[in-house]
Structure formats: C-alpha cells, structure tokens
C-alpha cells in the first residue's frame, strides 16, 4: 500500500500562503523545504485528453482550460486542481510531461505520438533529410524505428494483462530511448539550432516535435519503474533535465516571433510587423508552458529519489496512481 | 533538498519574467507608437502662423512636445519598467551587491553600448543638429540598482530636441504659401519615419554602427539583467 497523502490536507495551508506549489512540488513558503510531491492520477490524465486538439497541449490551451471546466462535474476535483493552480493556461499545457511519474497510459502515448505524428506529415521530407543528417540519424531509419514503438507500445499497454508483463516492457525500453533521441535530434537545441527558431517548419510543426520528446522521456521512466529500475530511471530522468534545459533556457517568445516573421509574412501576404505581432501573441503563452514544463522536468529526479529513499515498489506506484479515479491527484511526502 | 534544485527554479523563474517583460516592451510600445505620432502631428498642426513664420521659440519644446512625449512615456513605458522593478528581485532573489559590475547592454555588433551612441545613433538622416542643450538634459542618472542602473536616456527631452530641430530646419526653404501643408508632409516624411525606426523600428545608423531602437534596448536591457542574475547565481551556487 502506498502512503499517498490527499491534497485537501494542504490545501488550507496553500490558501492561506504558508505553502505554495512550485513545478510539482508543494513548498514551505518560509524555508523552501519540499513538503510534498505532486503525483497525477489516471483521472487528471484522462481530463486533459480530452480536451487536446491535434495541434498537442502546448498549442491548445484555451481550448483545453474551458473544456476541463466545462465537463468536470466534480466540484471537489475543479476546487482541487484550481486551489494549486493547476487549472492555469501554463500548468494544463505542461500536463504533456505530467505530474510527477507519468500516469498516462502506453495507449495513449501512442495515440498523443500519433497524433503529433500527423502535424509533421506534411513537412518537406529534404528538410527533414538536411536536419536530420547533422544529428546524424536518417529519416528513412526513423519511419522503421517508429513502426517497432508503435508495435511495442500497443503491446506494453496489453503487457498489463500478461503473465510476462516485465519481458514486454523490458523490450520497450531501449527501442523508447531511441525514438526519443530521434525526436531530440530533430527538436535540437543550443549547439544545433533550435527547430522552434527554424523556419522551415510550422510553429505546430515544431512543438509536435518538441512534445514528442517530452512524451517519450515520461513515457520511458513510467517504463523504468515499472522494471523496478530505479536507478535507471533516476539516471534518466536527470539527463533529460540536463538536455531540456539545454534546449529551452534560451529562448524567449520574442526570439520565436522575429525567427518566424519574415516567413510567415510572406505566406500570409502580411506586414513582416504584423506577423511578428500575432507570433508573439502564440509564443508567449507557449512559452509560459514551456518553463512550468522546465520544473516538472527538474522535479521528476526528487520524486524518484524519494521512491528509492522510501523504499517503494516502481509497479506498485504505476498502478496505484493510474487505477485512481476518484481524485486527480495524490501527493507522496519525502522520506 | 539540493541547491542544483533551487538554483534551476531561479533560473526558470528569471526566464520568466524576461520572457514577459521583452514581450511587454515589444508588443506595448508597438501598439502605443501611433499614439505618439498623433501626439507629434497635433503639436506640429499646432504651430500659429507666427511661429510659422518666424519659428517656435523654446517654449514649443518645453511646453508642448516636452509634455507631449513625456505622457506618452509615463503611459506607455514607465508603467512597465516599475512592474518589471518590483517582480524582479523575487524572482532573481539576488541583492545588489550581486549584480555590480555585471550589467551592461551590449550591443548587436558586438561593442558595449553606452548611452552617447545612442544619441548620437538619433542624429537623423540628413545631418539634423539635436542641439548640446538637447542632449545634455537627455542624460539623466538612474536611480535605482535594478533595470536602468547604467546611465540612461532621457527619451521625452531626447525626442522633443529632434522635433524642434527637425522642425527648425524647415524654416528658410519653405515660402510662406502652403506652409502649413507642406509642413505636414515634411513632418510625415522626415521625421516620424526615422523617428519610428529609432523608438520601435530597426534602430538607427551611426558611422557604419546599428544603434537599436528603444524597444530594442529596453527589452535589450531586461536579457541582461535576467542574464547578470543568472550568472551571480550561479557563481553562488545556491540562493
């Protein structure tokens, strides 16, 4: 039995500003101390899906915001989630990492990759070509190693009902880890470029890319812990903190906007100002995700370290948390 | 609880607020660029034909673009610059002591860019004398350690010199038929386009050098000091 704790116990204590939420982490607001660890549940998932336009989480919040609001019939769940702000534009989107351990389940990483997958199908394929050959990965090596994930997904969802349930998600983990580097090697960063200052793909095109990556590394520790690899997890979970913020710390909504200008004034017949102006309106919110989605990252470490220290079974708290459906979230207090 | 922890949130929350506060800056003072126009045009139809005729005194100036302008910055950009100053320690949580020494605007070329290349970067195309009285009331020292702690740029008195200048060169080669048209034209034409790539545009020309536009420097300024405080930080190793 895991000791999960109910967030109503802290909620009184956020009202009144004694603690905070930071990422996914609830805070002594006096010593900064981490009271507790936000973790989602299968609920708080299957909300969020709900209201996701193929465009993905980052570029529909609005749309995700008012339909959260609109078909949650539960008070207790709205009260819950709004009294740690995490019915806000910014918080919502990051709902593409989640909250702690992902509770998402393999079928719908599938069906979110899938999706995300169809926002690139009409980029150039030389432009993915030239991209792609200076990650040193090919396009055409990429399209067979998604058809293995897709197949290994669908099987690690089913591995649930199987006796063999751990080989099964054993043989997903490196085929993951793969597909993720392909999509960090798209998504660049720093060093290469990033492909959300890269014009020659569509603002929806480049944060599918971006959301692709975010939904394989959740998706590839729920499968760590799932083996029991905590350490792997643990492993992992930092260094892609360490890449993402390699990736993201730079940007800023004006960069987005003036990269993308010029090209999207002279697709649209607009003033280059004009284009510049409507960008920033879509780069802002998007990148207010962007950095909720920085500290979801940076805490998924702490919340693992807190297993390890607490001595607690990776399938057992997997299960736990997707079998939940009465709250949207629990919280696990460090050790 | 690890520094590396607490020191990433600062960085993120240091992110976010340059990440709203360029914004700001861009999308406000563009939005606010044609009130400033009309703000200019209407002083300049103003003019009575005496002062047409013989030219504005320095009252134009002290009296009607000075205070023009002037609303138009406390409308437009002071309002951001205060609520950029009071979110800004919380989020960088770092004393002053931390910062000194660390904060200067560089310019895109590369140089570090100081407030006198940015007047005479505001030296107009076609050789406009600004005036030293101009430029020497448009120097002002900051106040305050936060986002303007280098020298800055009196922009109301700044922009009002380049208007009575501008409008003073006209004197002499317009016939006093017309004028007031022909004023009009000139004023749309040699004026408010320079001045509009200078307040929000791409900046001016100097020598060879770019000088950024206000809104350039402003969110120019707001990186840099988001960067500063990163890096003092980081040098810390924890808050």
């Given at each position: 039995m895991i000791p999960f704790e109910v967030p109503d116990r802290f909620l009184a204590a956020v009202a009144r500003g004694a603690v905070c939420r930071i990422g996914t982490t609830l805070r002594d607001r006096a010593t900064g101390r981490i009271v507790a660890h936000l973790q989602e549940t299968g609920l708080l998932q299957?909300?969020?899906?709900?209201?996701?336009?193929?465009?993905?989480?980052?570029?529909?919040?609005?749309?995700?915001?008012?339909?959260?609001?609109?078909?949650?019939?539960?008070?207790?769940?709205?009260?819950?989630?709004?009294g740690l702000q995490l019915l806000t534009g910014a918080s919502l989107?990051?709902?593409?990492?989640?909250?702690?351990?992902?509770a998402a389940g393999f079928a719908l990483v599938l069906r979110r990759l899938g999706n995300l997958e169809r926002s690139l199908a009409c980029v150039r394929r030389e432009v993915l070509a030239t991209r792609l050959a200076v990650e040193r990965v090919d396009a055409q090596l990429a399209a067979a190693q998604r058809a293995l994930v897709e197949s290994l997904l669908e099987r690690a969802e089913e591995a649930w009902v199987r006796f063999d349930a751990a080989a099964v998600w054993r043989q997903l983990d490196g085929p993951l880890d793969q597909a993720q580097r392909y999509w960090r090697?798209?998504?660049?960063?720093?060093?290469?470029?990033?492909?959300?200052?890269?014009?020659?793909?569509?603002?929806e095109e480049a944060v599918a890319a971006y959301e692709a990556t975010l939904t394989l590394a959740a998706a590839r520790v729920q499968a760590l812990l799932l083996l029991e690899e905590h350490a792997a997890a643990l492993h992992h979970a930092r260094e892609f903190h360490h890449w993402h913020e390699e990736a993201v710390q730079g940007l800023s909504p004006i960069d987005i906007a003036a990269a993308r200008s010029a090209a999207v004034a002279e697709a649209e017949g607009v003033s280059e100002a004009d284009a510049r102006s409507r960008l920033l309106r879509t780069s802002q919110p998007f990148m207010d995700g962007v950095r909720e989605v920085q500290?979801?990252?940076?805490?998924?470490?702490?919340?693992?370290?807190?297993?390890?220290?607490r001595g607690i079974a990776g399938r057992e708290y997997i299960e736990a948390v997707r079998d939940a459906t009465d709250v949207p979230l629990v919280l696990l207090t460090p050790a | 609880m690890s520094d590396d922890l607490l020191v990433q949130e600062r960085r993120v929350a240091l992110a976010r607020w340059a990440d709203k506060y360029t914004a700001r800056f861009d999308r406000e003072l563009t939005n606010g660029w044609p009130d400033l126009a009309d703000r200019l045009r209407q002083q300049v139809a103003g003019l009575s034909w005496y002062e047409l005729t013989v030219g504005p005194g320095p009252d134009f100036r002290e009296k009607r673009i000075q205070p023009a302008v002037g609303a138009w910055v406390e409308r437009?950009?002071?309002?951001?610059?205060?609520?950029?100053?009071?979110?800004?320690?919380?989020?960088?949580?770092?004393?002053?002591?931390?910062?000194?020494?660390?904060?200067?605007?560089?310019?895109?070329?590369?140089?570090?860019?100081?407030?006198?290349?940015?007047?005479?970067?505001?030296?107009?195309?076609?050789?406009?004398?600004?005036?030293?009285?101009?430029?020497?009331?448009?120097?002002?020292?900051?106040?305050?350690?936060?986002?303007?702690?280098?020298?800055?740029?009196?922009?109301?008195?700044?922009?009002?010199?380049?208007?009575?200048?501008t409008v003073l060169s006209w004197f002499g080669v317009i016939s006093l038929a017309g004028l007031?048209?022909?004023l009009q034209r000139r004023f749309e034409n040699n004026l408010l386009l320079p001045l509009r790539e200078a307040v929000i545009g791409t900046g001016t020309e100097q020598g060879g050098r770019r000088v950024p536009s206000l809104k350039d420097q402003l969110k120019r300024q707001v990186s840099d000091r988001a960067e500063a405080a990163r890096r003092a930080l980081e040098r810390r190793g924890g808050p």
């Amino acid at each position: 039995m895991i000791p999960f704790e109910v967030p109503d116990r802290f909620l009184a204590a956020v009202a009144r500003g004694a603690v905070c939420r930071i990422g996914t982490t609830l805070r002594d607001r006096a010593t900064g101390r981490i009271v507790a660890h936000l973790q989602e549940t299968g609920l708080l998932q299957r909300l969020v899906s709900t209201g996701v336009s193929p465009a993905g989480l980052l570029l529909s919040v609005g749309q995700l915001t008012s339909s959260i609001v609109a078909n949650v019939q539960l008070e207790q769940v709205k009260a819950m989630l709004s009294g740690l702000q995490l019915l806000t534009g910014a918080s919502l989107a990051a709902s593409v990492v989640g909250v702690g351990v992902s509770a998402a389940g393999f079928a719908l990483v599938l069906r979110r990759l899938g999706n995300l997958e169809r926002s690139l199908a009409c980029v150039r394929r030389e432009v993915l070509a030239t991209r792609l050959a200076v990650e040193r990965v090919d396009a055409q090596l990429a399209a067979a190693q998604r058809a293995l994930v897709e197949s290994l997904l669908e099987r690690a969802e089913e591995a649930w009902v199987r006796f063999d349930a751990a080989a099964v998600w054993r043989q997903l983990d490196g085929p993951l880890d793969q597909a993720q580097r392909y999509w960090r090697g798209l998504v660049g960063g720093r060093a290469g470029g990033s492909i959300l200052l890269d014009p020659r793909f569509t603002p929806e095109e480049a944060v599918a890319a971006y959301e692709a990556t975010l939904t394989l590394a959740a998706a590839r520790v729920q499968a760590l812990l799932l083996l029991e690899e905590h350490a792997a997890a643990l492993h992992h979970a930092r260094e892609f903190h360490h890449w993402h913020e390699e990736a993201v710390q730079g940007l800023s909504p004006i960069d987005i906007a003036a990269a993308r200008s010029a090209a999207v004034a002279e697709a649209e017949g607009v003033s280059e100002a004009d284009a510049r102006s409507r960008l920033l309106r879509t780069s802002q919110p998007f990148m207010d995700g962007v950095r909720e989605v920085q500290l979801r990252v940076g805490h998924r470490p702490a919340l693992i370290q807190t297993l390890i220290d607490r001595g607690i079974a990776g399938r057992e708290y997997i299960e736990a948390v997707r079998d939940a459906t009465d709250v949207p979230l629990v919280l696990l207090t460090p050790a | 609880m690890s520094d590396d922890l607490l020191v990433q949130e600062r960085r993120v929350a240091l992110a976010r607020w340059a990440d709203k506060y360029t914004a700001r800056f861009d999308r406000e003072l563009t939005n606010g660029w044609p009130d400033l126009a009309d703000r200019l045009r209407q002083q300049v139809a103003g003019l009575s034909w005496y002062e047409l005729t013989v030219g504005p005194g320095p009252d134009f100036r002290e009296k009607r673009i000075q205070p023009a302008v002037g609303a138009w910055v406390e409308r437009y950009v002071q309002p951001i610059v205060e609520d950029a100053d009071r979110e800004f320690p919380e989020s960088a949580q770092v004393g002053p002591g931390d910062l000194q020494g660390d904060v200067r605007a560089d310019a895109p070329s590369g140089g570090a860019l100081y407030a006198t290349d940015v007047l005479k970067g505001m030296a107009l195309p076609g050789g406009l004398l600004v005036g030293g009285g101009a430029v020497g009331m448009a120097l002002t020292s900051a106040t305050t350690w936060l986002i303007f702690a280098t020298i800055e740029v009196n922009w109301p008195l700044l922009i009002a010199g380049l208007v009575v200048g501008t409008v003073l060169s006209w004197f002499g080669v317009i016939s006093l038929a017309g004028l007031g048209a022909e004023l009009q034209r000139r004023f749309e034409n040699n004026l408010l386009l320079p001045l509009r790539e200078a307040v929000i545009g791409t900046g001016t020309e100097q020598g060879g050098r770019r000088v950024p536009s206000l809104k350039d420097q402003l969110k120019r300024q707001v990186s840099d000091r988001a960067e500063a405080a990163r890096r003092a930080l980081e040098r810390r190793g924890g808050p």
